[in-house]
Antibody, heavy 115, light 109 residues
Framework: QVQLVQSGAEVKTPGASVKVSCKASGYTFTDNFIHWVRQAPGQGLEWMGWISAGDNKRKYSQKFMGRVTFSMDTVATTVYMELSRLTFEDTARYYC????????WGQGTLVTVSS | QSALTQPASVSGSPGQSVTISCTGTSSDIGAYNYVSWHQQHPGKAPKLMIF???GRPSGVSNRFSGSKSGNTASLTISGLQVEDEADYYC?????????FGGGTTLTVL
C-alpha cells in the first residue's frame, strides 16, 4: 500500500534551517510528484510547492521562493524539504502529499521555531 | 495566487445534506477541472475525498459528491453522519501551481 512516512519533530532557533524528509513506498517512486504543504497552529493548509520524482523538476510557491529547496534521493525513494532563515511564523506542521490530487499524505512533521 | 474562498463554517443535522462552496477565478477553478476536496479531523493529516471536481477515490463513501459551475466548485455531503464533522479544504491545480481554500468547519448538530 502507498505510504509516505515523514521524519520526526524538530525544534529550531530563528535564523536556522530545517530539513524534513518524506519516504515513499508502495508505488513506483518516479511515476509521481510530491507536494509540500504546511499548516500553522489553528490555521489552514498552505501550499509550498512540488518536486517531480521522475525528472527532478520543481515548482515553488512564490511566497517561499529563495528560502525553500526540494531535493530527492531516488535510491532511497525519499524527498526532502529544506526551509532556511526560519522565523517564528514558520512554526507549523509540514506535510508531504502525492500526485496532483494529493491522494496520499504523510503524517506530518511538526517544526517549532523558538528562541 | 489568492486563496480560494470557502465559508468559515457550515452545519447540519444527522441525515441531512450540506453543501460547501469554493470560489476561485477564471485562472484557477474556472480554467481546469483539477479541483480536489480534503477532509481533516483534528490532529490528523488531511484525506482526499474528491478529485478532478467529481471523482471519488476508492474507499470514500458515495455520500460525498463534487461539482463545478464556472469559477465555483462545491462539495455536497448527503446523509450526514457524526463522523463527517471535520474541516474541509478545496484545492485547485492550475498551470503547475496549487491554491487551497481557507477551510470550512462542518459541525454535525
Amino acid at each position: 500500500q502507498v505510504q509516505l512516512v515523514q521524519s520526526g519533530a524538530e525544534v529550531k532557533t530563528p535564523g536556522a534551517s530545517v530539513k524534513v524528509s518524506c519516504k515513499a513506498s508502495g508505488y513506483t517512486f518516479t511515476d509521481n510528484f510530491i507536494h509540500w504543504v504546511r499548516q500553522a497552529p489553528g490555521q489552514g493548509l498552505e501550499w509550498m510547492g512540488w518536486i517531480s520524482a521522475g525528472d527532478n523538476k520543481r515548482k515553488y510557491s512564490q511566497k517561499f521562493m529563495g528560502r525553500v529547496t526540494f531535493s530527492m534521493d531516488t535510491v532511497a525513494t525519499t524527498v526532502y524539504m529544506e526551509l532556511s532563515r526560519l522565523t517564528f511564523e514558520d512554526t507549523a506542521r509540514y506535510y508531504c502529499a502525492r500526485t496532483r490530487n494529493f491522494d496520499y499524505w504523510g503524517q506530518g512533521t511538526l517544526v517549532t521555531v523558538s528562541s | 495566487q489568492s486563496a480560494l474562498t470557502q465559508p468559515a463554517s457550515v452545519s447540519g443535522s444527522p441525515g441531512q445534506s450540506v453543501t460547501i462552496s469554493c470560489t476561485g477565478t477564471s485562472s484557477d477553478i474556472g480554467a481546469y477541472n483539477y479541483v480536489s476536496w480534503h477532509q481533516q479531523h483534528p490532529g490528523k493529516a488531511p484525506k482526499l475525498m474528491i478529485f478532478d471536481v467529481s471523482g471519488r477515490p476508492s474507499g470514500v463513501s458515495n455520500r460525498f459528491s463534487g461539482s463545478k459551475s464556472g469559477n465555483t466548485a462545491s462539495l455536497t455531503i448527503s446523509g450526514l453522519q457524526v463522523e463527517d464533522e471535520a474541516d474541509y479544504y478545496c484545492s485547485s491545480f492550475s498551470s503547475g501551481l496549487v491554491v487551497f481554500g481557507g477551510g470550512t468547519t462542518l459541525t454535525v448538530l
